[in-house]
T-cell receptor
Framework: NAGVTQTPKFQVLKTGQSMTLQCAQD?????MSWYRQDPGMGLRLIHY???????DQGEVPNGYNVSRSTTEDFPLRLLSAAPSQTSVYFC??????????????FGNGTRLTVT | GDSVTQMEGPVTLSEEAFLTINCTYT??????LFWYVQYPGEGLQLLLK?????DKGSNKGFEATYRKETTSFHLEKGSVQVSDSAVYFC?????????FGEGTQLTVNP
């Protein structure tokens, strides 16, 4: 039972480089989301999706793109990395839009450093 | 907008001590409230939840009561263990978004 799988676990980029953080879940969850975790700021929502083909912006979407072509996968793209994007990124999913009876399941995170 | 405020950390306790981590919130409507826990090197896991006023969530010896009159959801445990060392996040959901507090680092020493 894999749950939510994120790859890679660690990544170092130079300013201006692009990359994609991968996220896959095997629980047939409709809702998927990306958060970044920074010291003293908790987790902030970047983008989310309520189903295949549907995405929306969260609290801090600038500099990130997402797509949802399948229920299982929700990749996060950095088109031109900046040092401000140095963070730990978490993918999370739930059965339906987050509510009292649909808690989030988190991946183990990707630690990204942009130099 | 919605917001969650947690007590500042880090918190360091000895084994078997009593734990309280304060959490207050601001939200429109009637949010559901959660505590998530993050062990080192892992993602967050749901610890407990409460979906309406006066509900008490509990799990693994931890408890929190949804207090609408004080807009609070304080986390408590009567006797902490070394294995409880982790970061604890209070969160609320109103609609489709989950809003997190900044997290409180707990270290329990033997």
């Amino acid at each position: 039972n894999a749950g939510v799988t994120q790859t890679p676990k660690f990544q170092v980029l130079k300013t201006g480089q692009s990359m994609t953080l991968q996220c896959a879940q095997d629980m047939n969850h409709e809702y998927m989301s990306w958060y970044r975790q920074d010291p003293g700021m908790g987790l902030r929502l970047i983008h989310y999706s309520v189903g295949a083909g549907i995405t929306d912006q969260g609290e801090v979407p600038n500099g990130y793109n997402v797509s949802r072509s399948t229920t299982e996968d929700f990749p996060l793209r950095l088109l031109s990395a900046a040092p401000s994007q140095t963070s730990v990124y978490f993918c999370a999913s739930s059965y339906s839009e987050t509510g009292g009876n649909s808690p989030l399941h988190f991946g183990n995170g990707t630690r990204l450093t942009v130099t | 907008g919605d917001s969650v405020t947690q007590m500042e950390g880090p918190v360091t306790l000895s084994e078997e001590a009593f734990l309280t981590i304060n959490c207050t919130y601001t939200a429109t409507g009637y949010p559901s409230l959660f505590w998530y826990v993050q062990y080192p090197g892992e993602g967050l896991q749901l610890l407990l939840k409460a979906t309406k006023a006066d509900d008490k969530g509990s799990n693994k010896g931890f408890e929190a009561t949804y207090r609408k009159e004080t807009t609070s959801f304080h986390l408590e445990k009567g006797s902490v263990q070394v294995s409880d060392s982790a970061v604890y996040f209070c969160a609320l959901t109103s609609g489709s978004r989950l809003t997190f507090g900044e997290g409180t680092q707990l270290t329990v020493n033997p």
